[in-house]
């Protein structure tokens, strides 16, 4: 079985452009989340949603913004980059909004210059 | 706010040393503690969740424990093929879905 599956796997911009990373969650997955990995740090929550709807948001600026599809596919979007905005974006689905095990992707490594 | 500490930061070990690591956790009400190794450039991989004091899981060489205060991953005569970080994560009654995660422990493995 297919899981997590996370495009691109690297990609490099300039401060101020944006970028769109982009999730398909393991199969009969409703829920997505995305986490914010600095190199040599925990992942940092994002966003949730399931069900198409925004179940929760981390202490992140308005320049990201995220939303989920009716094939409970993701996007999250980061406007405005900037140098810090430099890591690893994982995306993570599980079967349940609220509880249960969060089976993660490989990542989009995003770098900024 | 959810609060987890792993330690120690970075573990050297020998193949056939056994040893622990700890994840110190403060939260209101805990809905779940969870283990992740994660290889370089790569995402975490799910070990094992615990949600009671006194559960315990084992997987091959790894074995989690958990307490009212704090979880150890017991790596029992550990293989180069071991060597990754460990994280550690949390899940509260305030938190939602959402984990909050340890900073990790890097464990290294020499033959």
């Known amino acids: 079985d297919a899981g997590v599956t996370q495009s691109p796997t690297h990609l490099i911009k300039t401060r101020g452009q944006h970028v769109t990373l982009r999730c398909s969650p393991i199969s009969g997955h409703k829920s997505v989340s995305w986490y914010q990995q600095v190199l040599g740090q925990g992942p940092q929550f994002i966003f949730q949603y399931y069900e198409k709807e925004e179940r929760g948001r981390g202490n992140f600026p308005d320049r990201f913004s995220a939303r989920q599809f009716p094939n409970y596919s993701s996007e999250l979007n980061v406007n405005a980059l900037l140098l810090g905005d430099s890591a690893l974006y994982l995306c993570?689905?599980?079967?349940?909004?609220?509880?249960?095990?969060?089976?993660f992707g490989e990542g989009s490594r995003l770098t900024v210059l | 706010e959810d609060q987890v500490t792993q330690s120690p930061e970075a573990l050297r070990l020998q193949e056939g040393e056994s040893s622990s690591l700890n994840c110190s956790y403060t939260v209101s009400g805990l809905r779940g503690l969870f283990w992740y190794r994660q290889d370089p450039g790569k995402g975490p991989e799910f070990l094992f969740t615990l949600y009671s004091a006194g559960e315990e899981k084992e997987k091959e060489r790894l074995k989690a424990t958990l307490t009212k205060k704090e979880s150890f991953l017991h790596i029992t005569a550990p293989k180069p093929e071991d060597s990754a970080t460990y994280l550690c994560?949390?899940?509260?009654?305030?938190?939602?879905?959402?984990?909050?995660f340890g900073e990790g422990t890097q464990l290294t493995v020499n033959p």
């Open positions: 993570a689905s599980s079967f349940w909004g609220s509880t249960g095990e969060l089976f």
């Open positions: 994560a949390v899940r509260s009654e305030t938190s939602g879905s959402r984990l909050t």
